[in-house]
């Protein structure tokens, strides 16, 4: 799991790594891993979570992500877009 991801990737793709990672990580659900999901209240992340899905989302892009990139990130949807505004840098 820790290739670099390429820009251009799909959504879909950039969802299924991240199905992967909160599996792997936090022993959550890969049908629960919609866009569509809260991280912290339908897969009740906590604080410490998010810093560390931040770090996986590093580790995925290979870029280093600042602070203000990821504190308004709450759903799914928005680390997929999250990922794609790092690979796009």
């Known amino acids: 799991m820790s290739t670099i991801m390429a820009p251009g990737i799909s959504d879909e793709d950039v969802l299924d790594r991240l199905r992967e990672v909160l599996r792997d990580t936090f022993e959550i659900d890969p049908a629960r891993v919609v866009p569509s999901a809260h991280l912290f209240t339908d897969l009740e992340l906590d604080s410490i979570d ?16 600042k602070p203000e990139d990821f504190k308004n990130v709450r759903t799914v949807g928005d680390v997929v ?9």
């Open 50 to 65: 998010a810093v560390d899905l931040a770090i996986q989302v590093q580790d995925m892009t290979g870029m280093r992500i």
């Open 81 to 89: 877009a999250t990922v794609h505004a790092l690979l796009d840098r």
